[in-house]
């Protein structure tokens, strides 16, 4: 098992380009989440699924669009990328369910825009 | 809203001392679940221990235990006999059964010192 695995690991953009981060998971979780983290900030929630079809928003979720179209998959959206969302960007997930079930995070993203 | 506070930036201990690290919590919600996370420079994410709102006993797991006291809405974390290995950041966290979103506090750099 890859557990949960996100592409790319490193991105350097422009301001005002896009891109879409992909996050993968193959332990056929049901939620995942999507995190920035910035230094002095901790992680901040940007959207999450719970389940296949759909997505809610998170702490910090504009400038971002996400989309989970197939349960093992999450992607994460930046439409007109400013120098803002320079960042390390985590995804992670967990099983379904009232009772606790641990998060497994991917590796990261360290996106720069300049 | 859901919110969690981490009040220490960075601590330093001397190996093999205790150490706790501070965390509290805000919700509404009765039913909660609160975590502890450990990233060291290498940048994962390592799940420490969870305390559940209804559970009886504050969770431990080898030299991890969390001093909940649900009155005061405090959820600390105590490492026994800390080693150099020990030194990483810590984050705080909690889910709300309601929406299922996890957030996490801004962290604690735990410095161990020889």
């Known amino acids: 098992n890859a557990g949960v695995t996100q592409t790319p690991k490193f991105r350097v953009l422009k301001t005002g380009q896009s891109m879409t981060l992909l996050c993968a998971q193959d332990?056929?979780?049901?939620?995942m989440y999507w995190y920035r983290q910035d230094p002095g900030m901790g992680l901040r929630l940007i959207h999450y699924?719970?389940?296949?079809?759909?997505?809610a928003k998170g702490e910090v979720p504009d400038g971002y669009n996400v989309s989970r179209l197939k349960k093992q998959n999450f992607l994460l959206g930046l439409e007109s990328a400013a120098p803002s969302q320079t960042s390390v960007y985590f995804c992670?997930?967990?099983?379904?369910?009232?009772?606790?079930?641990?998060?497994?995070f991917g590796p990261g993203t360290r996106l720069t825009v300049l | 809203a859901q919110k969690i506070t981490q009040t220490q930036p960075g601590m330093f201990v001397q190996e093999k001392e205790a150490v706790t690290l501070d965390c509290t919590y805000d919700?509404?919600?009765?039913?909660?679940?609160l975590f502890w996370y450990k990233q060291p420079s290498s940048g994962e994410m390592i799940f420490l221990i969870y305390q559940g709102s209804y559970d009886q006993q504050n969770a431990t797991e080898g030299r991890y235990s969390l001093n909940f006291q649900k009155a005061r809405k405090s959820a600390n974390l105590v490492i026994s006999a800390s080693q150099l290995g020990d030194s990483a950041m810590y984050f705080c966290?909690?889910?709300?059964?309601?929406?299922?979103?996890?957030?996490f506090g801004k962290g604690t750099r735990l410095h161990i010192l020889p």
């Open positions: 919700t509404s919600d009765p039913s909660y679940g």
């Open positions: 332990m056929n979780h049901e939620y």
């Open positions: 992670a997930s967990r099983k379904g369910g009232p009772y606790f079930n641990e998060q497994f």
């Open positions: 966290a909690m889910r709300e059964n309601r929406d299922d979103k996890i957030i």
């Open positions: 699924s719970v389940g296949e079809g759909t997505t």
